[in-house]
């Protein structure tokens, strides 16, 4: 205590002098960063347009996402009637359609991402903590579900429940754990051998703050990043599923179900790819975006 | 070397054991059989089918004659294709998948590799970035809207490909799916040989090829682009896997006659055998790539060490 006494002022000064001196957490210092990335920062607004679109869909357009009107088959995108983005083969609004598919597929994208998060985060934890024999035997139950390509695993699955929506969440997530598990357990084994993980127990720390207070924030880094290039995965996934007719099914809609009217129409009727196709697109590129983004803000080296 | 590639196939076979029960016992729990159809059959018609078709045996027996089967190359009889083992399915698909499949990554690794070089070669330039930007376009729009589009714009429109078919494997059939399932690989290889590249030209041996006097084009090709390209070796798995998902639409929209689609309508329609068959070979084909892609990293990288 005593050592913080100097000549100069004393300690009186230095205390306060500490006290303006607003500490910046590595949060804080990842925030900033990612903030000063402008691909990171517009691709952040970007999105929330895009959910805040999606959230109030039955505010912005006076026709209901299943509300067929037979007088107005396949028009073009037309003003007059409030039909901005034209109509699809039953005369259905395709801007509400549109946004209805927003709400399902960033629904199927974070749920699904949730699933895989705690399945992955639990599995490769357990893995990389225990280690051994146990950790040898799990990893080699990833690698073996590693060789099957997930979407034929996602298609039985599909199969088996039935086309369930909810079960389209879970079953996805169910197998985009995988890298996740990996991830997690890689980390959980070289932080468990740091120098300051020994340094923090050397000078008596609990192990629970230490879990909380240096293991959680590290591993918390590479889990974000990879949370946020999973859900484009995930909405990806979820769309090559509805258009191959096993995802969501009529009247509700997800983007891969109107991707999939639309190839059929799109001699015709071009809007009806164009529009639910740009907004995937738009979306998965933000996610992608903001995802780069935050790994150089979390760990500026690898830049 | 011969020690470490024996290890891999122990560890390969048990794999591909493991992928053949899964997917077994997971075809069988779904309600629902391939003899299922508008109309129900009289319980004696379907009970001798079940009966040819050795599906009235307990499912054990069942399963353990089909491990014995495929241990002698036989994939059984398909239920819905009559007259047709799944072996003959599949050997008449297999071939053209195989084309397709190995164009695009032929493809993707060479557009791949060009301009990942050239976006490391100019970093932060806005060649870089136009090229970064064409990458992550190339991830973001999905197979299932460039094939529709591509085959629209050139096939329909333009005349100057075919739209669709298989036009006995003629060279202006397959132009479009191979771009169509390139594309997302271009994406991901040109961003890894982007990373390795800019990792490369920093390393101490670029500097000293450099200041021996080579000539910039020596240094780039000879000396950076090896050391470069290896951590692609080990995307040859992945990328397989991506292939063959991409397959499944790519068949199915230019209607070609590959195994890709036998998968989907083999799920729905319930016919065990031939779906079983399809992942055996794909399953087969990843396992394979990913034992090549490690033999091959220990080849170009001497530090890693065959344990």
């Known amino acids: 205590m005593s050592t913080l006494e100097t000549p100069g002022g004393g300690r009186g000064r230095l205390i306060e002098e ?23 920062l517009s691709s952040l607004i970007v999105l929330g347009i895009i959910a805040i679109l999606a959230l109030f869909a039955p505010l912005l357009s006076p026709y ?31 801007f509400v359609r549109t946004l209805h598919g927003a709400r399902v597929s960033l629904a199927v994208g974070v749920v699904a991402t949730l699933v895989s998060l705690v399945i992955g985060v639990a599995y490769g934890a357990t893995a990389g903590f225990i280690g051994g024999r146990v950790d040898e035997l799990m990893m080699r139950v990833v690698d073996v579900l590693y060789a099957l390509p997930f979407i034929f695993f996602v298609i039985i699955l599909v199969v088996i429940f039935g086309k369930n929506f909810i079960l389209l969440f879970v079953a996805i997530g169910a197998v985009e754990w995988l890298t996740m598990a990996r991830i997690v357990r890689g980390q959980t084994i070289s932080l468990k051998e740091r120098e300051f993980i020994e340094a923090a127990r050397a000078s008596g720390v609990g192990t629970f703050a230490i879990i909380r207070t240096h293991i959680l924030p590290n591993l918390l880094g590479p889990v974000v990043v990879y949370v946020t290039l999973t859900i484009p995965q995930v909405i990806l996934a979820e769309s090559f599923l509805s258009f191959l007719g096993l995802g969501i099914q009529e009247p509700l809609t997800s983007w891969g179900v109107l991707i999939s009217e639309g190839a059929i129409n799109m001699e015709t009727a071009p809007w009806m790819l164009a529009f639910p196709a740009a907004f995937m697109a738009i979306t998965l590129f933000c996610f992608n975006f903001i995802g780069d983004g935050l790994r150089d803000a979390i760990d500026p080296k690898t830049r | ?18 992928i053949v029960t899964l ?10 059989g391939p003899f299922d159809g508008e109309r129900a059959l009289p319980p004696e018609i379907e009970a001798n089918l079940k009966a040819a078709y050795n599906l009235d045996a307990p499912l054990p027996e069942q399963y353990l004659r089909y491990l014995g089967g495929l241990l002698r190359g036989d994939f059984g009889p398909s239920f819905k294709t009559k007259d047709f083992t799944v072996a003959e399915l599949i050997l008449t698909g297999l071939p053209v998948s195989m084309k397709v499949g190995a164009g695009a990554l032929v493809l993707a690794l060479f557009f791949g590799v060009l301009l990942g070089t050239i976006g490391a070669l100019r970093q932060n330039s806005a060649i870089d970035h136009s090229v970064m930007s064409l990458a992550i376009i190339g991830i973001t729009i999905p197979t299932f809207v460039t094939a529709p589009v591509l085959s629209l714009v050139f096939g329909v429109y333009l005349g100057w ?15 479009l799916p191979w ?65 063959l998902t991409g397959s499944l639409i790519v068949e199915k ?31 087969t084909a990843i396992v394979v790539l990913n034992l090549i892609a490690d033999i091959l990293y220990g080849l170009l990288d001497p530090r890693v060490r065959y344990s």
């Open chain 1, 18 to 40: 500490a006290a303006r001196v607003r500490g910046r957490s590595l949060w804080d210092d990842a925030r900033a960063r990612l903030l000063a990335n402008k691909a990171a």
């Open chain 1, 64 to 94: 209901g996402y299943d509300e067929v009107m037979f007088d107005r088959i396949t028009i073009p995108p037309d003003f007059s009637r409030a039909h901005w983005f034209g109509t699809d083969g039953l005369g259905r609004d395709l």
């Open chain 2, 1 to 18: 070397m011969a020690a470490f590639v024996l290890r891999r196939l122990l560890i390969a076979l048990p794999t591909l054991f493991v």
């Open chain 2, 23 to 32: 997917a077994f016992f997971m075809m069988r729990i779904a309600p629902g």
């Open chain 2, 161 to 175: 490909l075919p739209a669709g078919g298989w036009h006995e494997g003629s060279l202006g059939a397959l132009i």
């Open chain 2, 179 to 243: 771009i169509v399932l390139s594309l997302p690989l271009i994406a991901i290889i040109s961003r890894l040989t982007r990373t390795g590249m800019i990792e490369a030209l920093r390393s101490n041996f670029v500097r000293t090829a450099r200041a021996k006097g080579l000539p910039e084009p020596v240094v780039v090709i000879r000396h950076a682009l090896p050391a470069a390209i290896t951590p692609l070796v080990s995307y040859l798995g992945p990328a397989a896997a991506g292939l």
């Open chain 2, 253 to 283: 929209i230019f209607a070609l006659p590959g195994i890709g689609r036998y998968f989907v309508d083999g799920a729905l329609a319930r016919d065990y055998t031939l779906v079983l068959g399809v992942v055996v070979v794909f399953a």
